[in-house]
């Protein structure tokens, strides 16, 4: 069965988007991200364009950084079913050829490539007179008028707000409600005898078992029961827009819109299915609004069962486990959308699912790099990351990282990266630094623990060693006897014993490291960097005191770029300096 399918959406200063050039998949896709980086803005660009009505406000803020006299632009190639009409019309439309990867013009010799297929290109433009512009575009150059009569074959379903489940929920001209039932005259019916008589019967024949099939059909979904139409207050001026579903909850009849959200955002999508002969392409916001984990489930599966195009947006956990057979996207703080695919990014989406739900995430290497960089930005950020939508990610070590950051490159996508430098892999690290620029940091020798201690004025590694919970102090100085072979575990006794090596030797302990000849006891060796800094509190203790220890001046200059291409992520301008 063919049905109405986006395979290109060209968005242009719209809101707050300020160019995006997307081709979604034919079935589910499911746009992650985090807050105010335009995920609800894609959705409303798809319900702008396909709206069957005519918007009657259109206001400033539609605009990218409210520029009205530059306008906007929403256009999309459809593949369309020949139910649809629109080569049928007074005036009709002509195709284009699909190459794949855009809508091209047939040629005059009528030779299309052989994979092509016929394709339209409709677009909707606001302009700086705050007027919406319907058009379809035709392979000769000319544009022609998109008109919502056309446009209401399209059956959009569309679950954003409370006020829109609402709406499909009542007899509002242009509803999924308003398309089910069909019945033009019923409004001149209702003005004339609405005083006396009941609304369903008023209803035509075919009209009152649709009613009875939608029904039914709430029954099988667990919906509620006993449907009817009643004057319910409300939307618009017309009678008709005052007419909504109720149904019985116990032995009082209520409007199905005083409902909760989650049963009105099932029961819309189940009049959408019960429209005949409608395909609609759906766009759902926040699917978990309103539904307890199992109802999420269950309208995921629902809407990838359906053989339509979906669009919908989630912050939930549950909702993207359920979403097996959908195709996963993710828009970066820059706007910009690219596919979540491969086996690494699955891993990640398994264990780590808050990385596709964050504004800006930072992929570290480790554990202490995950320390390291909260500590880090944290101070760049006066406070906590949370409230500013910034994650970081343990990459699970060297390789793991290098393969996540190379995948969600190739989606076009921009994460922060937080690595060592193991000599391995230069050209694949050189070229995600020309993508990624200051979003990615990676140490010029070794690693965090090797840069900072190096940094560390002899005098001052007695202050390294101190662990300032005190839990690990004795700890890390019989790691420091044991391998000097000594039983005094004093500060002063180790410096006598080591002499110029103290710095190697508390590197070595730090990053567990087994001396020449005690391979047959690696494993206590290993062991010990757990009780120096390879843990999330680790790095956090090592950033620390490189404040504290008066090295922030030599590191200022590499890490404070990394620092303000975070804060630019977020919307923050750049520090000249983070201070002690």
Same mark, same amino acid.
């Given at each position: 069965m063919t049905v109405p399918t986006i395979l290109r959406l060209k968005i242009d200063r719209f809101r707050g988007l300020k160019t995006v050039d997307w081709r979604p998949s034919a079935g589910l896709n499911l746009i992650l991200g985090g807050g105010d980086v335009g995920k609800t803005t894609i959705l409303d660009a798809v319900a702008l364009l396909l709206s069957p009505v005519n918007p009657a406000n259109l206001p400033d803020t539609d605009f990218y950084g409210r520029a009205i006299n530059e306008g906007f632009s929403i256009e999309a190639v459809l593949s369309l079913p020949a139910t649809i009409g629109i080569h049928s019309q007074l005036k009709p439309a002509w195709p284009w050829d699909w190459n794949g990867a855009e809508a091209i013009a047939p040629s005059l010799e009528g030779d299309a490539p052989a994979d092509s297929k016929p394709v339209y290109r409709v677009r909707v433009r606001g302009t700086e007179d705050l007027e919406l512009y319907y058009e379809i575009l035709q392979p000769d150059g000319s544009a022609d008028h998109f008109p919502v009569a056309l446009r209401r074959q399209f059956g959009l379903v569309r679950l954003g707000g409370d006020d829109r489940n609402d709406r499909d929920l009542r007899l509002v001209q242009g509803s999924a409600l308003d398309r089910l039932l069909s019945d033009k005259g019923l409004r001149s019916r209702m003005a004339s005898t609405l005083a006396d008589h009941a609304i369903k019967d008023e209803l035509a024949v075919d009209a009152k078992a649709s009613l009875v099939d939608l029904d039914k059909a709430f029954g099988v979904r667990s919906l509620p029961t006993g449907l009817d139409l009643q004057i319910t207050g409300g939307q618009g001026a017309s009678i008709a827009s005052m007419v909504g579903l109720t149904a019985q909850? @116990?032995?009082m009849t209520l409007p199905l819109a005083s409902w909760g959200a989650g049963t009105r955002r099932l029961a819309a999508l189940a009049i959408a299915e019960q429209n005949q002969g409608e395909t609609p392409i759906t766009v759902v916001d926040e699917v978990e609004r309103g539904l307890e984990p199992y109802r999420q489930r269950v309208l995921m599966e629902k809407l990838q069962e359906m053989p339509t195009q979906a669009f919908v947006t989630t912050h939930s956990p549950a909702t993207i486990s359920a979403a097996a057979k959908a195709t996963l996207w993710y828009v970066d703080h820059a706007g910009q959308i690219g596919e #979540?695919? @491969?086996?690494?990014? !699955?891993?990640? =989406? /398994? =264990?780590?699912? !808050?990385?596709?739900?964050?504004r800006i995430a930072i992929v570290a290497e480790g554990a202490t790099e995950c320390g390291a960089v909260q500590a880090l930005i944290g101070r760049a950020l006066g406070g906590a990351l949370a409230p500013h939508g910034v994650h970081v990610c343990d990459g699970g070590g060297h390789e793991f990282t290098l393969g996540l950051l190379q995948a969600l490159a190739k989606s076009r996508l921009r994460f922060g990266g937080f690595v060592d430098e193991e000599g391995k892999h230069a050209d694949s690290w050189k070229a995600l630094e020309v993508g990624l620029g200051s979003l990615l940091f990676r140490w010029e020798k070794g690693c965090i623990e090797e840069e900072i201690v190096a940094a560390i004025a002899d005098d001052k590694l007695e202050e390294l060693v101190i662990d300032p919970t005190g839990e690990k102090t004795g700890t =890390?100085?019989?790691?420091? /006897?044991? =391998?000097? @072979? #000594?039983? /005094?575990k004093d500060m002063a006794s180790i410096r006598a014993a080591a002499g110029d090596g103290l710095k190697a030797l508390i590197l070595e302990a730090a990053l567990g490291k087994v001396p020449d000849g005690k391979e047959s006891e690696k494993k206590a060796y290993r062991s010990q960097s757990q009780s120096w800094f390879k843990t999330v509190a680790g790095g956090q203790e090592l950033i620390d005191k490189m404040f504290g220890l008066g090295l922030w001046p030599t590191f200022k200059p590499r890490l404070l770029p990394f620092c303000n291409a975070v804060r630019g992520a977020v919307g923050l301008e750049g520090l000249s300096d983070l201070g002690a």
């Amino acid at each position: 069965m063919t049905v109405p399918t986006i395979l290109r959406l060209k968005i242009d200063r719209f809101r707050g988007l300020k160019t995006v050039d997307w081709r979604p998949s034919a079935g589910l896709n499911l746009i992650l991200g985090g807050g105010d980086v335009g995920k609800t803005t894609i959705l409303d660009a798809v319900a702008l364009l396909l709206s069957p009505v005519n918007p009657a406000n259109l206001p400033d803020t539609d605009f990218y950084g409210r520029a009205i006299n530059e306008g906007f632009s929403i256009e999309a190639v459809l593949s369309l079913p020949a139910t649809i009409g629109i080569h049928s019309q007074l005036k009709p439309a002509w195709p284009w050829d699909w190459n794949g990867a855009e809508a091209i013009a047939p040629s005059l010799e009528g030779d299309a490539p052989a994979d092509s297929k016929p394709v339209y290109r409709v677009r909707v433009r606001g302009t700086e007179d705050l007027e919406l512009y319907y058009e379809i575009l035709q392979p000769d150059g000319s544009a022609d008028h998109f008109p919502v009569a056309l446009r209401r074959q399209f059956g959009l379903v569309r679950l954003g707000g409370d006020d829109r489940n609402d709406r499909d929920l009542r007899l509002v001209q242009g509803s999924a409600l308003d398309r089910l039932l069909s019945d033009k005259g019923l409004r001149s019916r209702m003005a004339s005898t609405l005083a006396d008589h009941a609304i369903k019967d008023e209803l035509a024949v075919d009209a009152k078992a649709s009613l009875v099939d939608l029904d039914k059909a709430f029954g099988v979904r667990s919906l509620p029961t006993g449907l009817d139409l009643q004057i319910t207050g409300g939307q618009g001026a017309s009678i008709a827009s005052m007419v909504g579903l109720t149904a019985q909850r @116990g032995t009082m009849t209520l409007p199905l819109a005083s409902w909760g959200a989650g049963t009105r955002r099932l029961a819309a999508l189940a009049i959408a299915e019960q429209n005949q002969g409608e395909t609609p392409i759906t766009v759902v916001d926040e699917v978990e609004r309103g539904l307890e984990p199992y109802r999420q489930r269950v309208l995921m599966e629902k809407l990838q069962e359906m053989p339509t195009q979906a669009f919908v947006t989630t912050h939930s956990p549950a909702t993207i486990s359920a979403a097996a057979k959908a195709t996963l996207w993710y828009v970066d703080h820059a706007g910009q959308i690219g596919e #979540i695919k @491969g086996k690494v990014t !699955e891993q990640h =989406r /398994a =264990r780590d699912p !808050e990385l596709f739900l964050s504004r800006i995430a930072i992929v570290a290497e480790g554990a202490t790099e995950c320390g390291a960089v909260q500590a880090l930005i944290g101070r760049a950020l006066g406070g906590a990351l949370a409230p500013h939508g910034v994650h970081v990610c343990d990459g699970g070590g060297h390789e793991f990282t290098l393969g996540l950051l190379q995948a969600l490159a190739k989606s076009r996508l921009r994460f922060g990266g937080f690595v060592d430098e193991e000599g391995k892999h230069a050209d694949s690290w050189k070229a995600l630094e020309v993508g990624l620029g200051s979003l990615l940091f990676r140490w010029e020798k070794g690693c965090i623990e090797e840069e900072i201690v190096a940094a560390i004025a002899d005098d001052k590694l007695e202050e390294l060693v101190i662990d300032p919970t005190g839990e690990k102090t004795g700890t =890390r100085f019989w790691t420091l /006897a044991m =391998r000097l @072979g #000594i039983d /005094a575990k004093d500060m002063a006794s180790i410096r006598a014993a080591a002499g110029d090596g103290l710095k190697a030797l508390i590197l070595e302990a730090a990053l567990g490291k087994v001396p020449d000849g005690k391979e047959s006891e690696k494993k206590a060796y290993r062991s010990q960097s757990q009780s120096w800094f390879k843990t999330v509190a680790g790095g956090q203790e090592l950033i620390d005191k490189m404040f504290g220890l008066g090295l922030w001046p030599t590191f200022k200059p590499r890490l404070l770029p990394f620092c303000n291409a975070v804060r630019g992520a977020v919307g923050l301008e750049g520090l000249s300096d983070l201070g002690a």
